[in-house]
T-cell receptor
Framework: DAKTTQPPSMDCAEGRAANLPCNHS???????VYWYRQIHSQGPQYIIH???NNETNEMASLIITEDRKSSTLILPHATLRDTAVYYC??????????????FGSGTRLLVRP | GAVVSQHPSRVICKSGTSVKIECRSL??????MFWYRQFPKQSLMLMAT?????????EQGVEKDKFLINHASLTLSTLTVTSAHPEDSSFYIC?????????????FGSGTRLTVV
C-alpha cells in the first residue's frame, strides 16, 4: 500500500494561510490523494481530493507536484475552528476491484488567535 | 450531502461480553462499508472492508472471529466485538461509500467509543 508522510504538528496564526505538506513517494499512477480532518473524538471530515491536477473547493486548495510524489493542502484563511488533525491519504485498490483509504499518521494543526 | 449514522456513540461493557455497533447510510445506498479502529493519539487503522451481501475482507492482523462484520443491506453494516477484553477498548469508526458518489464517496460516521471494564 502507498504510504504518506506528514509532519506531526504545525501551527499558524488565525487569518493566515496554513500549508500542510505530505509526501507520498510510492504512489501509483491511478491512486488518488485525499485529505480529511478530524476534530477530537469525531469522525473524519472530507476536505478535498485529487489525482494529478491542482484542485480547489470552498474549504481548501490541493497542490500536487508534477511527479505526484508530494502534495500540499492549503487552508487560505485559517480560523480557530480549523484546529484539527489533518490526514493525507492515498486511495488504494483492493483485490476485489474496489478501493480503500489508508490513513497516515496525520498532522496536528493548531491555529493560534 | 451523504450522511452516515453510527450507534451507539458510547458504550461500556463488561469483560467477556459482546457488543454490537451499527452503521447506517441515511440518504444513500452504501455498496461498500469500512470499519476502522483508533487508539488514543493514534491514526485510524483499517480493520475490514465489507461489500453488501459478501463476506468482509479483513486487514492483516485483525481477528475475523473476534470482530464480526455483517453487511446485509445497502444501508446497514454492523460490527460485533465478541468476548470483549479491556484491550479492545478503542474508538471504532465506520465509513460508507457508493459508486454514485464517484471518487469523493467516503463518508464517515461519528464513531463509537467502546470501554471494556
Amino acid at each position: 500500500d502507498a504510504k504518506t508522510t506528514q509532519p506531526p504538528s504545525m501551527d499558524c496564526a488565525e487569518g493566515r494561510a496554513a500549508n500542510l505538506p505530505c509526501n507520498h513517494s510510492t504512489i501509483s499512477g491511478n491512486e488518488y490523494v485525499y485529505w480529511y480532518r478530524q476534530i477530537h473524538s469525531q469522525g473524519p471530515q472530507y476536505i478535498i481530493h485529487g489525482l494529478k491536477n491542482n484542485e480547489t473547493n470552498e474549504m481548501a486548495s490541493l497542490i500536487i507536484t508534477e511527479d505526484r510524489k508530494s502534495s500540499t493542502l492549503i487552508l487560505p484563511h485559517a480560523t480557530l475552528r480549523d484546529t484539527a488533525v489533518y490526514y493525507c491519504i492515498v486511495r488504494v485498490a483492493t483485490s476485489d476491484s474496489s478501493y480503500k483509504l489508508i490513513f497516515g499518521s496525520g498532522t496536528r494543526l493548531l491555529v493560534r488567535p | 450531502g451523504a450522511v452516515v449514522s453510527q450507534h451507539p456513540s458510547r458504550v461500556i461493557c463488561k469483560s467477556g461480553t459482546s457488543v454490537k455497533i451499527e452503521c447506517r447510510s441515511l440518504d444513500f445506498q452504501a455498496t461498500t462499508m469500512f470499519w476502522y479502529r483508533q487508539f488514543p493519539k493514534q491514526s485510524l487503522m483499517l480493520m475490514a472492508t465489507s461489500n453488501e451481501g459478501s463476506k468482509a475482507t479483513y486487514e492483516q492482523g485483525v481477528e475475523k472471529d473476534k470482530f464480526l462484520i455483517n453487511h446485509a443491506s445497502l444501508t446497514l453494516s454492523t460490527l460485533t466485538v465478541t468476548s470483549a477484553h479491556p484491550e479492545d477498548s478503542s474508538f471504532y469508526i465506520c465509513s460508507a461509500s457508493t459508486a454514485r458518489q464517484g471518487a469523493r464517496g467516503y463518508t464517515f460516521g461519528s464513531g463509537t467509543r467502546l470501554t471494556v471494564v
